[in-house]
Nanobody, 125 residues
Framework: VQLQASGGGLAQAGDSLRLSCAASGRSFSDYCMGWFRQAPGKEREFVAAITWSGGSTYYGDFVKGRFTMSRDNAKNTVNLQMNSLKPEDTGVYYC???????????????????WGQGTLVTVSS
């Protein structure tokens, strides 16, 4: 599975951004998808995940209703709608995929088999 993230950019606090991740290769609908982020000098952090069917979503505690993850299996894409952005949301955002039967936590980056290249989000105060 090849993943290509896009949609990052410069935003001000309170703004919204929509990240997208386009997948190609193997059957997209067989994969659970996740978003992670990494700020300079910090470890990669779980942001959101969605199951292969889109039936369930999971979010990091810091999201607190600000972000919404969705997927379109017909278009092989996942999106992350980010509202009420904060300066602490700054970082490189990565999309990732793991096969739907793979055991392990959606929250753990080690559970994901494929990663996109990342898209930079910068939020100014």
């Amino acid at each position: 599975v090849q993943l290509q993230a896009s949609g990052g950019g410069l935003a001000q606090a309170g703004d919204s951004l929509r990240l997208s991740c386009a997948a190609s290769g193997r059957s997209f609908s067989d994969y659970c998808m996740g978003w992670f982020r990494q700020a300079p000098g910090k470890e990669r952090e779980f942001v959101a995940a969605i199951t292969w069917s889109g039936g369930s979503t999971y979010y990091g505690d810091f999201v607190k209703g600000r972000f919404t993850m969705s997927r379109d299996n017909a278009k092989n894409t996942v999106n992350l709608q980010m509202n009420s952005l904060k300066p602490e949301d700054t970082g490189v955002y990565y999309c990732a995929a793991h096969f739907r039967t793979r055991s392990g936590s959606h929250y753990s980056p080690g559970n994901y088999e494929y990663w996109g290249q990342g898209t930079l989000v910068t939020v100014s105060s």
